[in-house]
């Protein structure tokens, strides 16, 4: 492996493409610590020190902006409003029949999708700078830290503005870096700033495991990680490949088909998009209950209850309903993102079937029931993977700064996976050995 890196170095067009998207990683690891105007620096590191922000959707947004949106930095957003711009833009091709129409238009349709998802970028980008800057004036809320007061310098109508606008800029800006390393680097640029942020957060994670649990523990999560990485690994390079027959056909003096190919359809189709949607969920309680506490600590029983099954990521409701939501969202996902339908008209249309199969709605019965005997081993991996923080926060009070589960994981492996994957068919482009040989 090593001695592939050392020829990806020595190859000047691969090298060029490195060095490219190092030097855009640098741009925006720099962007994370720059303050937003308005904002006093040092008072928001005090109220970092105090907080506690490892649960619930503020976290994860945190982690996905590499701990920049509790610094109010100019990337505070992070990539977060491209995720969610792309998730709606998804599920609403299924519902709005323009959208299903540009989806099957190839890539001049494409690219008029991602225009549209840019737009809707950058209006989730203003609404949530605004969220973002109404809880700044309330500090204790965001940090969940009650010696927190007052971390903006000024709080006229021009400096939230001007606030708001750099924001939206500075996710506009990480938009912009994302699709100049797809273009001009190496991998999906969008991905890797997400697994740059996620792992700028494990040196400090790790090590804080260390100061409150000891070397033993520290050591044993180490150890435990390696094995969780190489499941991890394992699942989401695994695969069901579904054989398909293309019949011979002359079109004019040509023969065409008459080849054999397969359908991957892998176990973990529905990536981490599940875990994201559950975490969000479960969030929203959280707010409403934060949102509803009572000055003098003599919240109502509905609050309260909330605080002690819905906030408490150790609590045995909470674990039920999270994996629940998990399993529900990974089947509703896959159902919306593989039409077998679809599938099999296109075998059809060009000649293929399944042998053993007939063409037409038998193929497209045995996919559905393929798929959704694949999925049910897929959504309960992302469960188990899902639960590691929280059986951590019960084990060894690591909370969710336990790094080997969960959302990170999933990212860090599946990111780096495809990255390595890409300088590998690079490589061998140039018949050298990649790096997975």
Request: some cysteine; hydrophobic content about 50%; glycine content about 10%.
């Amino acid at each position: 492996m090593l001695t592939a890196f050392g020829r990806a170095f020595k190859t000047p067009d691969l090298r060029r493409k490195l060095l490219f998207t190092m030097a855009i990683i640098v741009i925006y690891r720099l962007g994370v610590h720059v303050p937003v105007p308005g904002v006093s620096y040092p008072l928001v590191q005090q109220c970092i020190q105090g907080a506690d922000t490892t649960n619930g959707l503020l976290g994860l947004v945190n982690l996905f902006s590499g701990g920049a949106l509790l610094q109010l930095s100019i990337f505070a957003l992070g990539i977060m409003p491209y995720i969610t711009a792309s998730i709606i833009v998804q599920l609403l091709t299924v519902v709005i029949p323009r959208f299903e129409a540009l989806k099957k238009e190839g890539q001049a349709g494409q690219s008029k999708m991602t225009q549209y998802t840019r737009y809707l970028t950058i209006a989730l980008a203003v609404l949530q700078s605004s969220t973002l800057i109404t809880f700044a004036q309330n500090p204790q809320t965001l940090f969940s830290n009650p010696a927190c007061t007052n971390i903006l310098s000024d709080n006229s109508t021009v400096t939230i503005l001007i606030m708001v606008l750099t924001m939206t800029a500075g996710t506009g800006m990480i938009m912009w870096l994302g699709e100049l390393i797809t273009d001009k680097g190496v991998g999906n640029g969008m991905s890797l700033l997400i697994f740059v942020s996620i792992a700028s957060g494990f040196p400090a994670s790790l090590w804080a495991i260390q100061q409150r649990s000891g070397w033993t523990v520290f050591l044993g999560i180490i150890l435990m990680g390696f094995v969780v990485i190489a499941l991890v690994v394992f699942v989401e390079q695994s695969q069901r490949r579904i054989p398909v027959q293309y019949a011979k056909r002359m079109v004019g003096r040509r023969v065409y088909g008459g080849t054999s190919t397969y359908i991957p359809l892998k176990v973990n189709m529905a990536g981490v998009i599940p875990v994201i949607f559950a975490s969000s969920l479960m969030s929203l309680p959280m707010l409403v209950a934060q949102f509803n506490q009572s000055p003098d600590g003599t919240n109502a029983g509905w609050v309260d209850w909330i605080n002690t099954h819905l906030v408490n990521g150790g609590s045995p409701f909470y674990m039920a309903l999270y994996t629940g939501l998990i399993l529900f969202f990974t089947f509703f996902y896959v159902s919306i993102t593989f039409n077998p339908t679809e599938v099999a008209d296109n075998m059809k249309r060009y000649g293929g079937f399944i042998p053993g199969i007939r063409a037409g709605r038998p193929t497209a019965e045995y996919l559905s029931y393929v798929l959704t005997r694949i999925t049910v081993p897929g959504a309960i991996y992302l469960a188990l993977i899902s639960l590691l923080p929280l059986i951590a926060l019960v084990l060894v009070d690591a909370n969710q700064n336990f790094p080997f589960g969960g959302t990170s994981i999933l990212i860090i492996v599946g990111v780096g996976l495809e990255t390595v994957k890409q300088i590998e068919a690079q490589l061998q482009q140039r018949h050298y050995e990649g790096f997975l040989r």
